[in-house]
């Protein structure tokens, strides 16, 4: 048994390389094509991991949409939805967020401040990335598809424990310096492979390889 999860980081970006704007309403990046691509992309996984502001300002629910690969999932023996997961430092997280209402399956947060945590979650005591995927290892994981934010991808490629990107590309510019952008500042991998640039529209697809993962296709 491999000691953590394969991890996918999945995202959508402005040619400027922002990951939202500033506005009220969430920044939309992906189109109906990309939207489903996302949603293959989560039936494939067993777990889907996000920043705690990622819940507070997006409010996703993470779930599998499509009814047809529900089933999938279901007939293979898996869970019908991937494991729900939430990384919080301060454990600050509304219980009434749709990630915690919405949807069958169960949901991990890992935090600094278990004491604080008031969700109905598993709650586990630590934000080291190295120990979030050993312990998630050790519930099943075998793939995990990390959906956000800008920290938290800072962290985890920083970490090198990122094996794939999977970054989408929307034919416009935020144009706002303040924006939240892909990544942050940190020790970024020197060096990926582009396993496949895949036009979708006026969207393009760039798939990247990360670490002892480069070799493969
Ligand atoms: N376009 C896309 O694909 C996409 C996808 C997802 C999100 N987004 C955008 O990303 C933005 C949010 O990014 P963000 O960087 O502000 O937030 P984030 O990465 O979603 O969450 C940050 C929070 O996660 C916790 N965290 C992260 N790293 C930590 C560490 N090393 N130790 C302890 N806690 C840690 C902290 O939680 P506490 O605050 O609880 O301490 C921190 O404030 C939003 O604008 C959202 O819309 C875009």
Known sequence: MSKRPY??????????GCIDDRMPDRLILSDAADLDRVDAARAGVDAILVGATTVRRDDPRLLVRSAERVAERVASGRPPQPLRVVLSG???LDPSARLF????????????RPE???????????????RVLADLRGRGVERLMVEGGTSVHTLFLAAGLVDEIQLVVAPF???????????GA??????MRLAEARPMGDH??????????????
Not at 186 to 191: E, I
């Open 186 to 191: 940190g020790a970024l991998p020197p060096a």
């Open 116 to 130: 604080r945590v008031v969700v109905p979650a598993d709650v586990v005591g630590t934000v080291d990335p190295a």
């Open 90 to 92: 301060s454990g600050e």
């Open 7 to 16: 991890v996918l980081l999945s995202a959508a970006m402005s040619v400027d």
């Open 173 to 183: 510019f935020v144009g706002d310096p303040d924006a939240p952008r892909f990544v």
């Open 101 to 112: 209402t919405t949807g069958d399956g169960s949901r991990v947060v890992y935090t600094s």
């Open 204 to 217: 393009v697809l760039l798939r990247y390889l990360l670490g002892e993962n480069r070799g493969r296709s």
